[in-house]
């Protein structure tokens, strides 16, 4: 694959064609290694994906499941905070609005310390949430809106949709952290901090 050909690319089915390509090069068995990867930058594409979750090419949103889920799994963020689109010999910028992939499914199995909760993403990640895949909530917008993240792999996080915030707070409890009462949750056997539990109280109020 030629150098500039993904930034090229005038449609999202030939851009597919072109990472599966590359994928095919590598073996094809699993998420292709991009931590690895070093291609040069190759300037930016026109794709975007919006904080519900939707990717646009071009500015058309991609209505095809396969095509998504081939281009998330070419996804990396890197240290300057970007997300690109990593190929063995290409790297291209794209545009992120909140956070690349949306949590829209959770299970817990478990009680008290044994619990575990397992996420299922829009593109087809399942995740349990613990020491290599924390959860981190972020209060934000003019609503004082809360917001859980969960890292999926690298520096890649899935926003919990709303609906799922609602059955993942619904399994918070009080747990005293360094001398503080905090409202967290518990997975794999880590506690992960939502707001300490004096402003849960005073927002119920």
């Known amino acids: 694959m030629a150098t500039g050909e993904i930034r090229e690319s005038t449609d999202a089915a030939g851009l597919a064609a072109l ?23 190759c300037g930016d594409i026109d794709m975007e994906i919006r904080a519900d979750g939707t990717w646009f090419y071009l500015g058309t949103p991609i209505g095809r499941a396969p095509l998504v889920r081939l281009f998330s799994t070419v996804l990396r963020k890197d240290e300057d905070g970007r997300t690109y689109l990593v190929t063995p010999v290409e790297k291209v910028g794209i ?64 926003l919990v949709s709303r609906a799922v915030m609602y059955d993942l707070v619904a399994l918070g409890e009080t747990i005293a952290i360094d001398g503080v009462d905090m409202f967290a949750v518990r997975s794999g056997g880590m506690v992960f901090p939502v707001m300490p539990a004096a402003e849960l109280d005073a927002l119920s109020r």
């Open 95 to 158: 545009r992120v609005v909140d956070a690349p992939f949306l949590a829209v499914e959770m299970n817990a199995s478990g009680k008290g310390e044994a619990q575990t909760l397992t996420f299922r993403t829009n593109v087809g990640d399942v995740v349990e949430a613990g020491p290599e895949h924390p959860l981190r909530f972020v209060i934000a917008g003019e609503n004082s809106e809360l917001k859980p993240y969960l890292l999926v792999r690298g520096r890649l996080e899935a």
């Open 19 to 41: 990472i599966a390509r590359a994928g095919a090069e590598t073996g094809g068995r699993g998420l292709p290694p991009v931590e690895r990867w070093n291609p040069p930058f």
